[in-house]
């Protein structure tokens, strides 16, 4: 069974950068798409960004484009998310997680890590 563990999370100030991993044991994420997600405090998980972990396809919402660039590591079975110009607004829970399919949506997700905190304050 496949497990995810995310990595590289911790406080910034705004404006500042971090470089999250996600790494895969159990498995090998070739095949998979591997998708980023966050959750704010009171508010709902939501997809950020994804990419295709064969090809490297990828794709981010609107509120992240030109920010954050998502990437992955064959040798190493790891997607990295890199979070620059951060904000306070992007502080939350990272998770990500894995599908057999090109999706963000939660519900349609195979695998969870168990997530990693980001807090982006001065």
């Known amino acids: 069974q496949l497990q995810l563990v995310e990595s590289g999370g911790g406080l910034v100030q705004p404006g500042g950068s971090l470089r999250l991993s996600c790494a895969a044991s159990g498995g090998t994420l070739d095949g998979y798409a591997v998708g980023w997600f966050r959750q704010a405090p009171g508010k709902e998980r939501e997809g950020i960004s994804l990419?295709?972990?064969?090809?490297?396809?990828?794709w981010y919402e609107d509120f992240v484009k030109g920010r954050f660039t998502v990437s992955r590591d064959n040798a190493k079975n790891t997607v990295y998310l890199q979070m620059n110009s951060l904000k306070p607004d992007d502080t939350a829970v990272y998770y990500c997680a894995a599908s057999w399919l090109w999706t963000i949506l939660v519900d349609n997700m195979d695998y969870w890590g168990k997530g990693t905190l980001v807090t982006v304050s001065a």
């Open positions: 990419i295709n972990f064969r090809d490297g396809t990828t």
